[in-house]
Nanobody, 124 residues
Framework: QVQLVESGGGLVQAGGSLRLSCAVSGRTLSSYAMGWFRQAPGKEREFVARIRWTGGNTDYADSVRGRFTISRDNAKITVDLQMNSLKPEDTGVYYC?????????????????WGQGTQVTVSS
């Protein structure tokens, strides 16, 4: 079993920055991929970014590439999402997720464990 706890959300003006963190516990993560997803009201959960714990290979949604950076800290056992140049369309609940089977896809249905989510609101 893997437990995920997100933190770092909040309210920020357009153009600002936030850093989300996901604290991971419960299992050895060497074979896992970790993802960040977001969900706006009335919309489907969408892929934001993912990183493979071993090797650090990353992938980003086109809408955030160049503005967001995903990273993992082996000592703290966290997965962070640095978000810069935020836009109002980045608003939503951001979820951290762990994938133990597929190497980290863009499909939220392939992830096995989820955090409770953290709200990010970007005002115009």
């Amino acid at each position: 079993q893997v437990q995920l706890v997100e933190s770092g959300g909040g309210l920020v003006q357009a153009g600002g920055s936030l850093r989300l963190s996901c604290a991971v516990s419960g299992r050895t993560l060497s074979s896992y991929a970790m993802g960040w997803f977001r969900q706006a009201p009335g919309k489907e959960r969408e892929f934001v970014a993912r990183i493979r714990w071993t090797g650090g290979n990353t992938d980003y949604a086109d809408s955030v590439r160049g503005r967001f950076t995903i990273s993992r800290d082996n000592a703290k056992i966290t997965v962070d999402l640095q978000m810069n140049s935020l836009k109002p369309e980045d608003t939503g609940v951001y979820y951290c997720a762990a994938d133990r089977r597929y190497g980290g896809t863009r499909d939220y249905r392939t992830y096995d464990y989820w955090g409770q989510g953290t709200q990010v609101t970007v005002s115009s």
